[in-house]
C-alpha cells in the first residue's frame, strides 16, 4: 500500500513523503486520513442529490472531517477511525433518507476494522483522483485549499458562526473531486475555491471580532512569572477562554505559544492578570520550548510535532487535535464549558516555566486598527515617508532556507512596511526595526487566521487611493508557506485579483509543471530568489 503524502512544505526531496512524514506522520495514520478524505466525498456525494441546501450539521462534520487531516493536526488513528465512521454514518442517513446508495462508497465499510479501512486505502490516495497528472495537480490545489478552508470554517462555528454558502460549496467541490473534469473546469473550480475562502475568512473575522472585540495595539512580554503555568499552542480562541476563566484565582499563570500570541490582542481577555504573556516561537522548536516550560501544555488545532517523553505527561489535546498516548480533553456538552480541571491541578504541582528570554513583541495591526491609523499611513505614503509595503504573511518552518524571510526583513530599506500575520511572523517580529513616523515597521495582524486582515487592509488603500486595480497598490507579496491553510490564503489572493506573488521556500511540489505555469502566466506567481535580488524587484514594483 505504502503512504504517498505531498501536501506540505517541507516533504521528502520535493517529491512526497513514502514510508514516513517529516511532520512525524507514519504510513497507517496517513492512509487513515486518506481514507477520512474519501469517506467525506462520499457523504458529499449524498448531500449533493438533496435540494441544492446542505444542513448545519452535515457542513460542520466536512469542515471537522478535513481539518482533522491538516498537518500536523491529528495523529491518533483511534481518533481518525471514530471520524470515519461518524462521516459514514451521516452519509449513510442521508442516502437512506433518498433511498439511495451511492457508488463512491460501500455500504460495508461499516462496522469494518481498521485493517481494512487501511486496505481500502490503497485505492483513495491522492493520486488516485486522476490518472492525469495534471487534473491530479489541480484536483490536489482544490483539496488542499479545502482543508484549509475547513479549519477556518470550524474556527467560527466553535463560536456559533456558520455560512451556508460555504457548506454548499464543500459538496459542490468533494463531489466534483470524484468525478472526470476538464483542466478549464477545474481551474475555475480553483479559483471559486479562493473565492469562498474569502467568505470563510471574513466570517472568522466576524466570529472572533464579536466574540473577543476588535484586537488592539498590545505589547506582549516574553518572559515569565514566579507562579506555575499552563501553555496554550494552536489556534481556538474559546478554548484559551475557557481556560482563562478555570484558572482565575487559583495561582496558576497562562501563557501563549506559537499562533495564540495574538490572543493577546483581543480586548476580552485584557481583563485577565494571569494572562501574562508568550513563551518561546515558532510551532516547531516547541519540542524544546515545550520541555522547559514545565507546566502543562495545551494543543488546540495543529501544529503537534512529533511528542518528547519528556514531557509526555504534561501535553493534553483537545478539538481536532489529537496524538496517540495523550490525554484528549473532551467537546464541551450543549451550552457547557470544556473541562481543564486536569490541567490546572497538574499546574498546581509544577515548578514555574524556566525563562528562555525576556523582551516584548507588539502587535495587535488587524484592519480595525490599521484603518483607525488610515489617515497617518496615508500621509506616510505621499510624503514618501512609507515607500512600499510588503506582505510577509504565511508560515514557518524548520529549513534552513526560511533564514530568507529573517534576512529579507533585516535588509529592506527604513521606508518599508511589513504587514505579517501567521507564524511567519517569528522570522522576523522580535528584530529591532524602528518604526516611520510611530508607525511601527511590522504590523501584526495576528494568526494565519486573521490573514483576512491583511486583504482588507489593501483594498482599503486602494479605495482611499482611488485606485482602479488592487495591484497598483505600493504593495509586494513575498509569502511563506507550510500547509494547507497557506494554500487557501493563497487561493483567496488570487481570487482578489492580486498579481505577482513571491512563494517560498520552494513552490507546492504538488503542482506539475503544466499547472504551475498555468498560474505563472495567469497570475504572475514566482518562486523566491535572492534576497538582493527579491528587495530589488519589490521596491520597483516588479
Given at each position: 500500500m505504502g503512504m504517498s503524502c505531498n501536501q506540505c512544505q517541507e516533504s521528502v526531496h520535493g517529491t512526497g513523503c513514502t514510508v514516513r512524514g517529516v511532520c512525524g506522520k507514519d504510513e497507517p495514520t496517513a492512509q487513515l486520513q486518506d481514507v477520512l478524505v474519501y469517506a467525506t466525498e462520499g457523504l458529499a456525494l449524498a448531500a449533493e442529490k438533496l435540494d441544492g441546501s446542505v444542513s448545519v450539521n452535515v457542513g460542520q462534520l466536512i469542515s471537522e472531517s478535513l481539518f482533522v487531516t491538516v498537518t500536523n493536526t491529528n495523529f491518533d488513528e483511534d481518533a481518525i477511525v471514530a471520524q470515519i465512521r461518524k462521516t459514514l454514518a451521516v452519509r449513510d442517513e442521508l442516502n437512506a433518507s433518498l433511498d439511495q446508495r451511492s457508488d463512491h462508497d460501500a455500504a460495508h465499510w461499516n462496522g469494518i476494522s481498521k485493517a481494512d479501512f487501511l486496505a481500502k486505502?490503497?485505492?483513495?490516495?491522492?493520486?488516485?483522483?486522476?490518472?492525469?497528472?495534471?487534473?491530479?495537480?489541480?484536483?490536489?490545489?482544490?483539496?488542499?485549499?479545502?482543508?484549509?478552508?475547513?479549519?477556518?470554517?470550524?474556527?467560527?462555528?466553535?463560536?456559533?458562526?456558520?455560512?451556508?454558502?460555504?457548506?454548499?460549496?464543500?459538496?459542490?467541490?468533494?463531489?466534483?473531486?470524484?468525478?472526470?473534469?476538464?483542466?478549464?473546469?477545474?481551474?475555475?473550480?480553483?479559483?471559486?475555491?479562493?473565492?469562498?475562502?474569502?467568505?470563510?475568512?471574513?466570517?472568522?473575522?466576524?466570529?472572533?471580532?464579536?466574540?473577543?472585540?476588535?484586537?488592539?495595539?498590545?505589547?506582549?512580554?516574553?518572559?515569565?512569572?514566579?507562579?506555575?503555568?499552563?501553555?496554550?499552542?494552536?489556534?481556538?480562541?474559546?478554548?484559551?477562554?475557557?481556560?482563562?476563566?478555570?484558572?482565575?484565582?487559583?495561582?496558576?499563570?497562562?501563557?501563549?505559544?506559537?499562533?495564540?500570541?495574538?490572543?493577546?490582542?483581543?480586548?476580552?481577555?485584557?481583563?485577565?492578570?494571569?494572562?501574562?504573556?508568550?513563551?518561546?516561537?515558532?510551532?516547531?522548536?516547541?519540542?524544546?520550548?515545550?520541555?522547559?516550560?514545565?507546566?502543562?501544555?495545551?494543543?488546540?488545532?495543529?501544529?503537534?510535532?512529533?511528542?518528547?517523553?519528556?514531557?509526555?505527561?504534561?501535553?493534553?489535546?483537545?478539538?481536532m487535535a489529537g496524538y496517540p498516548g495523550l490525554k484528549h480533553i473532551a467537546a464541551r456538552a450543549e451550552g457547557k464549558e470544556k473541562d481543564f480541571s486536569v490541567l490546572v491541578e497538574l499546574a498546581k504541582s509544577c515548578p514555574p516555566p524556566k525563562e528562555l528570554e525576556n523582551g516584548k513583541i507588539v502587535g495587535g495591526f488587524a484592519h480595525n486598527q490599521v484603518l483607525a491609523l488610515a489617515d497617518k499611513v496615508v500621509a506616510a505614503v505621499k510624503s514618501g515617508a512609507i515607500k512600499r509595503f510588503v506582505v510577509m504573511a504565511g508560515c514557518d518552518g524548520r529549513h534552513a532556507s526560511r533564514q530568507y524571510y529573517t534576512n529579507v526583513a533585516a535588509a529592506l530599506p527604513e521606508g518599508t512596511i511589513i504587514l505579517t500575520a501567521g507564524c511567519a511572523k517569528y522570522r522576523y517580529n522580535k528584530l529591532e526595526l524602528g518604526d516611520i513616523g510611530g508607525i511601527p515597521r511590522v504590523l501584526d495582524a495576528g494568526q494565519c487566521n486573521d490573514s483576512y486582515s491583511l486583504a482588507v487592509i489593501a483594498l482599503k488603500l486602494k479605495e482611499v487611493f482611488e485606485l482602479d486595480d488592487i495591484n497598483d497598490l505600493p504593495i509586494s507579496f513575498d509569502i511563506a508557506w507550510y500547509e494547507q491553510k497557506a494554500v487557501t490564503v493563497l487561493l483567496a489572493l488570487l481570487a482578489l485579483g492580486v498579481k505577482g506573488i513571491r512563494l517560498g521556500p520552494t513552490l507546492p511540489e504538488f503542482l506539475t509543471p503544466n499547472v504551475a505555469a498555468v498560474l505563472v502566466e495567469k497570475f504572475g506567481i514566482k518562486p523566491i530568489g535572492t534576497v538582493d535580488a527579491d528587495i530589488e524587484a519589490m521596491m520597483a514594483g516588479v
Open positions: 486505502s490503497a485505492t483513495v490516495s491522492i493520486k488516485s483522483l486522476s490518472e492525469n497528472e495534471d487534473l491530479c495537480s489541480l484536483k490536489s490545489l482544490v483539496l488542499y485549499g479545502l482543508k484549509g478552508l475547513a479549519a477556518y470554517t470550524d474556527h467560527a462555528a466553535v463560536l456559533g458562526y456558520h455560512d451556508d454558502a460555504i457548506y454548499v460549496f464543500y459538496v459542490k467541490a468533494l463531489a466534483a473531486l470524484t468525478k472526470e473534469l476538464s483542466a478549464d473546469e477545474l481551474t475555475g473550480l480553483v479559483l471559486e475555491t479562493g473565492g469562498v475562502a474569502v467568505k470563510a475568512m471574513a466570517l472568522l473575522d466576524k466570529a472572533n471580532t464579536t466574540t473577543y472585540g476588535h484586537p488592539e495595539i498590545t505589547t506582549v512580554s516574553t518572559g515569565v512569572g514566579k507562579n506555575p503555568g499552563i501553555l496554550i499552542s494552536g489556534h481556538d480562541l474559546r478554548d484559551l477562554e475557557e481556560l482563562l476563566k478555570q484558572t482565575e484565582g487559583t495561582g496558576v499563570d497562562v501563557y501563549t505559544h506559537c499562533e495564540m500570541l495574538p490572543a493577546h490582542y483581543y480586548p476580552a481577555f485584557k481583563k485577565y492578570s494571569h494572562f501574562v504573556g508568550n513563551y518561546g516561537g515558532a510551532w516547531w522548536s516547541q519540542d524544546k520550548e515545550f520541555d522547559t516550560f514545565n507546566g502543562p501544555i495545551l494543543m488546540t488545532t495543529n501544529c503537534i510535532v512529533p511528542v518528547r517523553e519528556v514531557y509526555r505527561n504534561r501535553m493534553f489535546t483537545t478539538g
